[in-house]
């Protein structure tokens, strides 16, 4: 078990930008797949982002490549997602997630993952 806790979420203008944060308790955190997903109202949870444990393998939904860029800090506990020239279908709830074990796999789906956080709000205003 592993609480992660979302920040960053806020209301910006179409073209800004943003930076989330996700902050994992315990001592495991360097041994987790982490990622992003998001959700709007009638609407499933949807991939974001994934990062591998060491994060030198990074991936993307066609929908955010080349906007969106997720890092991490194992040294703090700590997940980010780097969000620029944001659209508004960009508005919805930012969760962040992990996983351990099965380090090589590819997690870019819900039912992949075995922790998540609260969610934080990001609203895009056009």
């Known amino acids: 078990q592993v609480q992660l806790v979302e920040s960053g979420g806020q209301l910006v203008q179409a073209g800004g930008s943003l930076r989330l944060s996700c902050a994992a308790s315990g001592r495991s955190f360097r041994t987790y797949t982490m990622g992003w997903f998001r959700q709007t109202p009638g609407k499933e949870r949807e991939f974001v982002a994934g990062?591998?444990?060491?994060?030198?393998?990074?991936y993307y939904a066609d929908s955010v490549k080349d906007r969106f860029t997720i890092s991490r800090d194992n040294g703090k506990n700590t997940v980010y997602l780097q969000m620029n020239s944001l659209k508004p279908e960009d508005t919805a709830v930012y969760y962040c997630?992990?996983?351990?074990?099965?380090?090589?796999?590819?997690?870019?789906?819900?039912?992949?993952?075995?922790?998540w956080g609260q969610g934080t709000q990001v609203t895009v205003s056009s």
């Open positions: 997630a992990g996983a351990g074990g099965r380090s090589w796999l590819r997690r870019d789906s819900v039912g992949l993952y075995d922790y």
């Open positions: 990062i591998s444990v060491t994060g030198t393998t990074t």
